[in-house]
């Protein structure tokens, strides 16, 4: 009894685990999707747009760090403060002005190219990102605060100690990044099924030749779609950031969202959602009781296993598109 | 054009080459990479003190200090780059915070007959002199941190451990794994259960580990991790509260960044040091004139006497001294780096010692021998304030357990010796 | 003018089928090979040798390796890193049994355990394609690096779990630990570095090269015409792997000299070594080795530029060095999405019909 009570525990805290992963996850699914581009950037991306956050947040002036070796003066901070909301506000603009940067200086360059040759591109654009992130806003630990709770949730455990007498944890923090995604998700739903940008999205996705033969910029699309990863992995960056604060390491959490794409299927938003769910129960179940048996930290390896033993029955993921090869 | 950049190129590769006479230390810092935030307070403290010395002493004897400073990212092959190409420019000790870099150069010092100086970290078993000729890892080492934290629980619980429960929470790397074998020779003797939970690098996501501790409810948590890990681990125990004072870190899972993250939930976190905290010693006056007043600290003093910091200022003074000895013992101010290793092992850092160098009470007294190149090993415990946000240190220093210590590095020793086919020396 | 064939006037289908059908060519590379084996290691200095030549060296081995696997056999993996760490580990293993064994013999025999488990872990690849394939590779990858670091025996029971690579002599002379002189273990690379590569081509224009490349451009297409799949695939994973093996092992035993594995043999690894072969060219035995120069001799280069040229903070040159690199990789991407193999192609043409380009 006390092990089933254990385990549910552990389902529920997948679960929202599974959230935070998916959350990393849509990322590279809407820019797959729209443009066929394995974007290898989108951790990176999620890093600089959590330091752009904070920058701007606390005030910090960019490239302090450069403009002091090459002129010799100590500027580090404005000194003013800007409140959370403008400064998640004035981040989604600089993640736009990076979406277009992006478009007009690399993928431009690159249309009609092989996937691997635009993967490449976005590996290049990593580097990249991440050298202008350390370069503008400096690469000590920062703390991220825009007012999100954190800590053990009183009122699920009181309620979960009422119905079983165990109380369970359940993060608050969790619980937001739960409400945030399915509002996100909901969001670009709605956005890419009842809009005309949105289906002008979709139709891009579907065969870039033909809906560029109806009048569809493939330029506009491409930004639009650009700058909503920006911001998904601005959002992505604020949850990650405010549970370990904002480092260099913020952008390896990439790593965990790949079996979840792998799982889903590149091109499915719901399929992100699905496999970061199953991701994250699978692997804190396998750790809970496989792992104490063979010594721990199975996590890395467990969820890679995991989505290949779903992708050995469907070799497309779980809901990715179903391509049928012709000769 | 294109020769002026090729002579820029030849100059680069030929880099600045150091006048012979002076005194070579570099820097192997880590400002980048996972771990850049603990590396770059301790690369400041590790210039400032030098800087200290050569603009309030003219340097070490009257010979400058320089160090050349080289990027390792916290990266063996980067580390090992650095070191072949800091050979050149004659270094006298090679000092990486790393203790992967360190297995790495272990050999190749010994080879290349330069010290290895490694504070709190490395291979715990070169305290044994007989063995690692060219190695030093005073004050403490892991093993002797495994043992004071015990210690003090000890002293905590009256004296006994007896049935009671610990987990240790580990990055899973060799650095994490360090302790394991003395915590369990420990809980044979002390009757404690120990539970090991490992943490994948980075480590951000601990949820697993801290459920199971949540429902095993040990009475004490220690820690063995590094970047993320830390703050991620502190903000995990803050999130299923458990009772911060009975959680433990080891001396690098101690700094601020460590726990400003988690705010107010890392209140009455504790961690092991060797170093004192805070700015309350007179180094810090000359410090300010000589140094950060004059614009000559290493990235403005942004971080001046932080954990991190006073640890790489404190590894910096070890240095400076040994150099002094070395120098006293050669009987010239122009040592190379085979004096210098003479000089560690007739280092003797007095209590008065350290207060003539304005650190009173800051490290513990250091004394070296053929035989022991660690020092004494003991370690004191600093509390975090979040309020204050600063470290308070709430213990005396604590002598490890030499009992269960000393035949456990007797035998990992030995298997180097074996490893390595070396006879031992100090006989 | 100089630089071309007057005529197509072969006689033998081996004069039509030769690497280097021009002369010009066939003698740059024998000089090249001359002067490698037989000038470099006179004048090479040692940081020279053992920081920028060797891993030049032991990355162009993996690169191969790599690129066999991707660019012939148009199977991803991001694997390399864990089948380097069972190469390093293997040559650990075995040298420390026997021995008494030539450790050249023991590096070979580590890339051919590498080989069977890398046949292994390629099973998935009759199912999964493309870069679903890669989760398969990024098992193995996180699984064995959990292995090597859990399980006491591959690491002989030492306390940190570190490897350190022993003393090793080849015909009396030292060529592992720290007693290794800095030519040795260039020429011991080198020597690696070239039977592979001429492995690498004469495997990839013979049958089963043209097999694998059947498969990677279309393998139902392939299977039609009566290649088997589980052949090709498999033997391209195991080919694969031996050369990744024998970079591992190389990697631990001759460079390094000691490695602790998710340190040394991590993801990062992986991801490395990947963009190696596709910046150096897909399918392309000179873009593995230009590949391998590109990110082992920029950060170099640039660092002692930046640092010991302008004398700017490290940590400053060492984040404006990643923004070079990635806007680098953009760049020669825009210009010439092929890779640099294919740019050194394009010049060869441009030569070619030099001064006469119509």
């Known amino acids: 009894m006390e092990q089933l009570l254990y385990a549910s525990e552990i389902v529920v805290n997948g679960l929202m685990t599974g959230v935070m992963y998916a959350l990393v996850a849509l990322g590279f699914v809407l820019i797959y999707k729209a443009s066929g581009v394995f974007n290898y950037a989108q951790g990176v991306m999620a890093l600089f747009a959590a330091m752009t956050l904070v920058g701007i947040q606390q005030g910090q002036v960019p490239f302090a760090h450069l403009i002091n070796a090459l002129t010799g003066t100590h500027v580090s901070h404005f000194g003013w403060n800007v409140p959370a909301v403008l400064a998640i506000a004035l981040t989604a603009v600089v993640m736009v002005l990076l979406a277009i940067a992006i478009q007009k200086l690399v993928l431009q360059h690159l249309v009609g190219q092989e996937p691997i040759i635009l993967f490449m591109a976005t590996i290049g654009l990593a580097y990249f990102l991440e050298g202008l992130g350390d370069v503008m806003w400096g690469a000590d630990v920062k703390t991220l605060d825009v007012g999100l709770p954190q800590g053990i949730s009183d009122a699920a455990e009181a309620l979960t100690a009422r119905l079983t007498g165990y109380g369970f944890f359940i993060d608050r923090l969790d619980i937001w990044a739960a409400v945030i995604a399915t509002a996100l998700v909901a969001a670009l739903v709605a956005f890419s099924q009842y809009t005309k940008q949105g289906r002008a999205m979709r139709a891009v996705a579907d065969d870039h030749q033909a809906a560029l033969s109806v009048g569809i910029s493939l330029r506009f699309i491409w930004i639009m779609v650009w700058s909503i990863a920006g911001f998904v992995a601005l959002v992505a960056g604020i949850m990650w950031g405010t549970k370990s604060g904002v480092q260099f390491s913020l952008s390896l959490i990439a790593l965990k969202a790949l079996p979840v794409l792998m799982l889903g299927g590149f091109t499915s938003i719901p399929g992100a959602i699905v496999g970061g769910l199953i991701i994250g129960v699978g692997e804190k179940l396998f750790e809970y009781f496989v792992g104490p048996m063979i010594g721990g930290a199975t996590e890395t390896w467990f969820a890679y296993v995991l989505a290949l033993g779903f992708l050995v029955f469907r070799p497309q993921g779980l809901f990715g598109e179903r391509i049928i090869e012709r000769v | 054009m294109t020769l002026r950049f090729a002579s820029l190129v030849a100059a680069a590769v030929m880099a600045a080459a150091p006048a012979m006479a002076d005194l070579v230390v570099p820097n192997y810092s880590y400002r980048t990479g996972p771990y850049a935030a603990n590396g770059t307070q301790y690369a400041d403290g590790f210039n400032d003190y030098f800087t200290l010395l050569n603009e309030r002493d003219g340097g070490i004897g009257g010979q400058k200090v320089l160090t050349p400073e080289c990027e390792t990212a916290y990266n063996t092959e980067k580390g090992v780059e650095c070191y072949e190409s800091l050979k050149g420019q004659n270094q006298l000790v090679v000092a990486p915070l790393s203790t992967g870099i360190t297995y790495q150069l272990i050999p190749k010092v010994s080879a290349d007959k330069v010290t290895l100086y490694t504070p709190g970290l490395g291979r715990t078993s070169s305290k044994n002199g007989a063995a690692f000729e060219w190695v030093f890892n005073a004050p403490a080492n892991y093993w002797d941190g495994a043992s004071v934290a015990i210690k003090y629980l000890l002293d905590q619980n009256g004296g006994s451990l007896e049935g009671k429960k610990i987990a240790l929470v580990y990055h899973n790397s060799a650095y994490g794994k360090e302790p394991i074998r003395t915590l369990q020779e420990l809980s044979k003797k002390h009757g404690f259960t120990l539970t090991e939970l490992p943490v994948d690098a980075p480590g951000q996501e601990q949820k697993s580990q801290w459920l199971q501790i949540r429902r095993d409810k040990p009475d004490y948590v220690l820690m063995w991790g590094w970047g993320v890990m830390n703050a991620a681990a502190i903000q995990e125990a803050a999130n299923i509260r458990f009772p911060m004072e009975n959680f433990i870190g080891i001396w690098w899972s101690g700094g601020e960044v460590d726990v400003e993250p988690a705010g107010a939930g890392a209140n009455g976190y504790k961690s092991l040091t060797f170093n004192g905290v805070g700015m309350d010693y007179p180094v810090y006056d000359d410090l300010k004139k000589h140094v950060i007043d004059t614009g000559k600290a290493s990235q403005d003093g942004q971080y001046v006497g932080s954990a991190v910091y006073s640890r790489g200022l404190y590894a910096a003074v070890v240095i400076a001294e040994a150099i002094r000895k070395a120098q006293e013992l050669a009987g010239t101010p122009e040592v190379n780096a085979e004096q210098v290793r003479a000089g560690f092992e007739a280092l003797d850092i007095t209590e008065a010692r350290m207060a003539e160098l304005g650190l009173p009470d800051f490290g513990q007294p250091i004394k070296l021998s053929c035989a022991n190149h660690g020092g004494d090993g003991h370690a004191r415990i600093q509390q975090w304030d979040a309020t204050a946000k600063k470290w308070t240190l709430i213990s005396d220093w604590i002598a490890p357990d030499a009992e269960v210590l000393d035949p456990l590095i007797a035998e990992d020793s030995e298997a180097y010796v074996k490893e390595a086919g070396i006879t031992p020396r100090c006989n | ?358």
């Open chain 3, 1 to 358: 003018m100089i630089y071309r064939e007057a005529g197509d006037f072969k006689t033998t289908y081996q004069a039509d089928s030769q690497t280097f059908p021009l002369r010009l060519d066939r003698l740059g590379y024998y000089a090249l090979l001359a002067v490698a084996f037989l000038v470099i290691p006179f004048v090479v200095s040692d940081y020279w040798a053992t920081s920028v030549l060797v891993p030049f060296l032991i990355y162009a081995i993996a690169a191969l390796g790599l690129n066999i696997l991707v660019g012939y056999g148009g199977q991803v993996s991001l694997g390399t890193g864990g089948f380097m760490a069972v190469g390093a580990y293997a040559t650990y293993k075995l040298t420390t049994a026997f021995p008494d064994v030539s450790i050249l013999v023991h590096v070979i025999v580590s890339g051919l355990i590498t080989a069977l488990v890398g046949m292994l872990f390629g099973l998935p690849s009759l199912r999964i394609k493309g870069f679903y394939l890669a989760v398969a590779t990024l098992a193995a990858q996180f699984f064995l690096i959990w292995l090597f670091n859990k399980v006491p025996w591959f690491y002989n029971y030492s306390a940190s779990g570190q490897i350190t690579m022993p003393e090793r002599t080849v015909l009396g002379q030292i060529v592992t630990g720290p007693a290794t002189p800095a030519w040795v273990k260039y020429i011991v690379c080198l020597t690696f570095a070239v039977s592979l590569a001429w492995l690498a081509r004469n495997l990839t224009r013979g049958t089963v090269g043209r097999k694998w490349m059947a498969i990677r451009d279309m393998d139902i297409a392939a299977e039609i015409i009566g290649v088997n799949p589980l052949q090709a695939k498999i033997s391209a994973f195991a080919v694969s792997s031996f050369f990744v093996g024998i970079a591992g092992s190389l990697f631990f035993a001759v460079y390094l000299g000691a490695a602790e594995v998710g340190e040394s043999f991590g993801i990062n690894k992986s991801f490395l070594v990947l963009f190696m072969v596709i910046i150096g060219g897909l399918g392309s035995i000179f873009g593995s080795f230009a590949g391998a120069a590109f990110l082992v001799l920029l950060p170099v280069f640039l660092k002692n530029v930046l640092v010991g040229g302008f004398g700017w903070p490290t940590d400053l040159a060492a984040h404006i060095e990643l923004m070079i690199v990635g806007a680098l990789i953009v760049f020669f991407l825009i210009v010439e999405p092929h890779g640099l193999a294919q740019l050194w192609r394009l010049t060869k043409e441009k030569l070619r019909l030099w001064p006469f380009p119509h």
